[in-house]
């Protein structure tokens, strides 16, 4: 579909200044006698025993043709050896020869050394945001795809509480068009938790991917003396699929065991019909439902509570 703004002309801008950053329109890459194709396939087979001619064109996109007279060239250089797979004589398994190990080191070497070039005048907080930068294009863009996608569940660091109510902000009113007050009552439930945060009995989960905070959710104390409450559980669209929002809650069931919680809470929607499977499915009732006006739209207030 046609795009209407800005986005494809930034797109392309952006991948002009990449590419001439990186240097990768020179004709040789980083001065190396191989192209930058060149350099990639060399690098899969330096980072696997084997691997077939299929996948390589496959995870990298090549062109069969293509990538055969280059395999046909390393193969009579002496820098990858080829056979057949055993039970499949149609398939080639190519591996890296100690001589192409050798002729790739260097331009790994010297890749590594730009990078670090590049980012050297970087703070530790610039060089975060920038990996998340690039997270964030690598998740959208794989998302709906098979790539492989592996997310970390983690400890908030600095700037997380202010993502979280952001991002809750933005999806919510993208998904569901809650207006401004559901981000001030976001703030303020992250405000409460900072500002009476208690290490043995609260805990945040950060859910990140590729480098960027992804998901989100809280175990907090509950007014009632030996209930937890769970809150703000988030994940993000280009994160979805990953199983990250049962992760997210079994984290927090758990560490409510742990902190010698009898019962967990929590209040959600009637429209926010994935979380309400999650919870049914991790053992939670819903014991309460109102219907109310709330955020600019009619809602289903619903409270579901666990035993633990």
């Not at 303020?188 to 590729?210: P, W």
Request: proline letters at 4%; aromatic letters at 8%; glycine letters at 8%.
């Amino acid at each position: 579909m046609p795009v209407a703004d800005t986005t494809v002309a930034d797109i392309r801008r952006f991948n002009r200044f990449y590419t001439q950053r990186l240097g990768i329109l020179q004709e040789a890459w980083l001065d190396s006698p191989f192209s930058l194709t060149e350099a990639r396939v060399l690098y899969e087979l330096c980072t696997h025993d084997t691997l077939t001619a299929t996948r390589i064109g496959s995870d990298l996109g090549l062109d069969p043709g293509y990538l055969s007279r280059m395999l046909r060239a390393f193969e009579k250089k002496g820098l990858i050896q080829r056979r057949p797979a055993p039970g499949d004589a149609r398939q080639n398994l190519v591996a890296i020869t100690p001589k192409g190990r050798k002729a790739f080191a260097p331009l790994e070497a010297t890749s590594e050394s730009k990078v670090a070039q590049s980012i050297a005048k970087l703070g530790k907080t610039d060089r975060r945001r920038l990996v998340a930068a690039m997270g964030t294009i690598e998740n959208l863009l794989s998302a709906g795809t098979d790539r492989r996608r592996e997310a970390r569940i983690r400890a908030p660091r600095h700037g997380d509480f202010g993502w979280i109510v952001a991002r809750h902000a933005e999806l919510y009113a993208e998904e569901y068009g809650w207006t401004e007050p559901f981000e001030g009552l976001c703030a303020g439930i992250v405000a409460d938790f900072l500002n009476s945060f208690d290490a043995k009995k609260e805990r945040c989960f950060i859910a990140e991917l590729n480098g960027e905070p992804v998901g989100s959710a809280f175990l907090a104390k509950d007014a009632k003396p030996g209930i937890a409450r769970i809150r703000l559980v988030l994940v993000d669209p280009s994160a979805r699929g990953l199983g990250l929002g049962r992760k997210l809650t079994h984290e927090c069931i758990k560490f409510a065991r742990k902190a010698g919680y009898k019962g967990i809470t929590l209040w959600t929607h009637s429209v926010l019909v994935a979380a309400r499977d999650i919870y049914s499915k991790a053992g939670f009732t819903l014991t309460s439902s109102e219907p109310k006006k709330s955020w600019g739209q009619d809602v289903v207030s619903e409270i579901w509570d666990m035993k633990l």
